[in-house]
Structure formats: structure tokens, C-alpha cells
Nanobody
């Protein structure tokens, strides 16, 4: 069982930066791939970024490539999402998720555990 708690969301102007954190409980955190997803009002949840269990492999949605960076610290049971050059279209609730198979996936159905989400609002 893994419990995930996101933090770091907030209100930022376009062009600004935020760093999201996702703290995980459980001794097996290092075996899980981790992903970040987001959901805007009236839209489906969409993939943002994912990272493999060791941190050696990552994957990004085209819409965030070059602006967002996913990383993890297995010693701290934490995964991060550094978001730079934010745009109003990035406004959404951001969720972190854990996939017990260890390989980064873009598919929400591959993830076994989800956090409660953190709101990110980018003003123009």
C-alpha cells in the first residue's frame, strides 16, 4: 500500500515557476514508477510526466517538454515536478501516481495509487 500527498501548488503569473512535491509512504517507494497527471475543469485527466523506479528513464507530454522536469529522491520517498515558463493552459489540478511495475507509463490505468491533487493556477 502506498499513500501519496502532493504539495507545492498555488497561483503564479504566466512565465513563472513552481515545484510540486509528492511524498509517499511505504518502504517500497523505490520500486515504483511515478507519474504526474493533471486535470483541468471539464477535461479528462491527462499525462504530464513519468519517471522510472531508478530515475534513469523519464517521459514527458509534448505540451510540457523543455519546460517541466520530473525527478525523484528515493531516500526521501519523494517525487518532484519542476515547472518553468508556466502558461495559463497549464492551469489544472495536478496529481501524482504510483505504478508498481516500475516503468514510466503515460496511461492512467497503469497506476495503482493516486494522491488527492494540488491546484496550480497560472494567471495571464
Amino acid at each position: 500500500q502506498v499513500q501519496l500527498v502532493e504539495s507545492g501548488g498555488g497561483l503564479v503569473q504566466a512565465g513563472g515557476s513552481l515545484r510540486l512535491s509528492c511524498a509517499a509512504s511505504g518502504r517500497t517507494f523505490g520500486a515504483y514508477a511515478m507519474g504526474w497527471f493533471r486535470q483541468a475543469p471539464g477535461k479528462e485527466r491527462e499525462f504530464v510526466a513519468a519517471i522510472g523506479w531508478s530515475g534513469g528513464s523519464t517521459s514527458y507530454a509534448d505540451s510540457v517538454k523543455g519546460r517541466f522536469t520530473i525527478s525523484r529522491d528515493n531516500a526521501k520517498n519523494t517525487v518532484y515536478l519542476q515547472m518553468n515558463s508556466l502558461k495559463p493552459i497549464d492551469t489544472a489540478v495536478y496529481y501524482c501516481a504510483a505504478d508498481r511495475w516500475g516503468s514510466p507509463s503515460v496511461d492512467t490505468s497503469d497506476y495503482n495509487y493516486w494522491g488527492q491533487g494540488t491546484q496550480v493556477t497560472v494567471s495571464s
